[in-house]
């Protein structure tokens, strides 16, 4: 398989940041995507990291090390609507992309 | 809006009847990709056509056969569906095989009775 781990659940407070853990297998590796994806719907896409270091957009930054198969996906000032779950995916090759079961994240008031 | 449409939502159908599911994109994107997802599972790429070339995942069973007649359309049929073949399936384009953005229908919710 393609190693992917992370956490199966999460819960955090509105308004606080999250960090959501990520490791996979280094093998092959050629970019690593966060996609978001609400109960019954498609993954929309939020972030894509090839090189090492932190990539910011907005409320949402991703971090990747290569070296140690690990990224994380950090969500700042939390909304309710931010409750989902959040797919980590690998690509390898011709845009493969082989996602980790998902971290479902919970967003209390 | 440009966008990838599945239809129909939600299709269900009989152990071991043929069902084809139907993704059309308006992006006019280059790659279309099948993926599979379970209950509380990752999505599993089935296969991907860049153009009109076909690109099957190994593990992908025989049961699962795609086409794709033009740019637009792309086709999932299932030629004798299992209980275990009850799933999401989500179709998704990208530019090219360098584009690294993936852009994701709504997904077919299969259900086999």
């Known amino acids: 398989g393609q190693n992917i781990d992370q956490p199966t659940e999460m819960t955090a407070t509105e308004g606080a940041i999250v960090q959501i853990n990520c490791t996979y297998q280094t093998s092959g590796f050629n970019g690593l995507f966060w996609y978001q994806q609400h109960a019954g719907e498609a993954p929309t896409f939020l972030s894509y990291?090839?090189?090492?270091g932190l990539e910011e957009k907005g409320r949402f930054s991703s971090f990747l090390s290569r070296s140690k198969g690990y990224s994380y996906l950090l969500l700042k000032e939390l909304q309710m609507k931010d409750s989902a779950s959040y797919l980590c995916?690998?690509?390898?090759?011709?845009?493969?992309?082989?996602f980790g079961t998902g971290t479902r994240l919970t967003v209390i008031p | 809006d440009a966008m990838v449409i599945q239809n129909p939502r939600y299709q269900v159908t009989q152990f071991g009847k043929p069902v084809t599911l139907s993704c059309s994109q308006t992006?006019?994107?280059?790659?279309m990709y099948w993926y599979q997802q379970k209950s509380s599972q990752a999505p599993k790429l089935l296969f991907h056509y860049y153009d009109k070339d076909f690109n099957n995942e190994a593990d992908t069973p025989d049961n699962f056969q795609s086409r794709r007649p033009n740019t637009s359309f792309c086709f999932l049929d299932i030629r004798s569906p299992g209980l275990g073949d009850a799933a999401m399936y989500l179709c998704?384009?990208?530019?090219?095989?360098?584009?690294?953005?993936?852009?994701f229908g709504p997904g077919t919710r299969l259900t086999v009775t």
């Open positions: 990291n090839v090189l090492d």
């Open positions: 992006l006019n994107h280059n790659v």
């Open positions: 995916a690998r690509r390898t090759g011709a845009n493969n992309l082989f």
């Open positions: 998704a384009t990208s530019s090219d095989r360098a584009a690294y953005e993936q852009y």
